[in-house]
T-cell receptor, first 111, second 118 residues
Framework: DAKTTQPTSMDCAEGRAANLPCNHS???????VYWYRQIHSQGPQYIIH???NNETNEMASLIITEDRKSSTLILPHATLRDTAVYYC????????????FGTGTRLQVFP | SAVISQKPSRDICQRGTSLTIQCQVD?????MFWYRQQPGQSLTLIAT?????????ESGFVIDKFPISRPNLTFSTLTVSNMSPEDSSIYLC???????????????FGPGTRLTVT
């Protein structure tokens, strides 16, 4: 699996958009970009994933650059409950590859 | 989505003993995973457990230390054997299921078992 690089930590004001970047310059053509988050003392939670098109769901938006070497997770209106560690993960096609976690970005949403 | 429960939720054990952690899923799944999360660290994959076959262990993890059972499509156990304080971690069960599209999968995680070894 391709490695990812994320900032160690970020802050965001409540109600503002949180933009979490991820670099995955060695991603291959059949690998997806997945985002998970882990709120303190809980198991990780799936947020969103994409291959090359931008994706949006009820939780977030995922913007993937045209060359697919980086992506940004956008939480449009961050709340205090979005404070968590966010993991960007690249994994292979069809779900047969393993989900390998890096160190993630610790997002702190403040009032 | 899949709902996963784990037992026990937490335990304090003495070194040299063993603990078996149970993972129950509310639907049938092919692939189950066991992760470890040491204090302040990210998640590390221990092994992949498919029903009807031997578990596949990641580098640094061995069957003698972490034996896994997968008797059916909704249940798995992980045993932490001959425990030492270094085994103090959160152990998480995870399952994979398709999400609509045939080529995209997501994993669901249990709440974890917090193990402290004294």
């Amino acid at each position: 699996d391709a490695k990812t690089t994320q900032p160690t930590s970020m802050d965001c004001a409540e109600g503002r958009a949180a933009n979490l970047p991820c670099n995955h310059s060695t991603i291959s053509g059949n690998e997806y970009v997945y985002w998970y988050r882990q709120i303190h003392s809980q198991g990780p939670q799936y947020i969103i994933h994409g291959l090359k098109n931008n994706e949006t769901n009820e939780m977030a938006s995922l913007i993937i650059t045209e060359d697919r070497k980086s992506s940004t997770l956008i939480l449009p209106h961050a709340t205090l409950r979005d404070t968590a560690v966010y993991y960007c993960i690249v994994r292979g096609y069809g779900g047969t590859d393993k989900l390998i976690f890096g160190t993630g970005t610790r997002l702190q949403v403040f009032p | 989505s899949a709902v996963i429960s784990q037992k026990p939720s937490r335990d304090i054990c003495q070194r040299g003993t063993s603990l078996t952690i149970q993972c129950q899923v509310d639907s049938q799944v092919t692939m189950m995973f066991w992760y470890r999360q040491q204090p302040g660290q990210s998640l590390t994959l221990i092994a992949t457990a498919n029903q009807g076959s031997e578990a596949t262990y990641e580098s640094g993890f061995v069957i003698d230390k972490f034996p896994i059972s997968r008797p059916n499509l909704t249940f798995s156990t992980l045993t932490v054997s001959n425990m030492s304080p270094e085994d103090s971690s959160i152990y998480l069960c995870s399952v994979e299921s398709p999400r609509g599209r045939a080529t995209s999968y997501e994993q669901y995680f249990g709440p974890g078992t917090r193990l402290t070894v004294t």
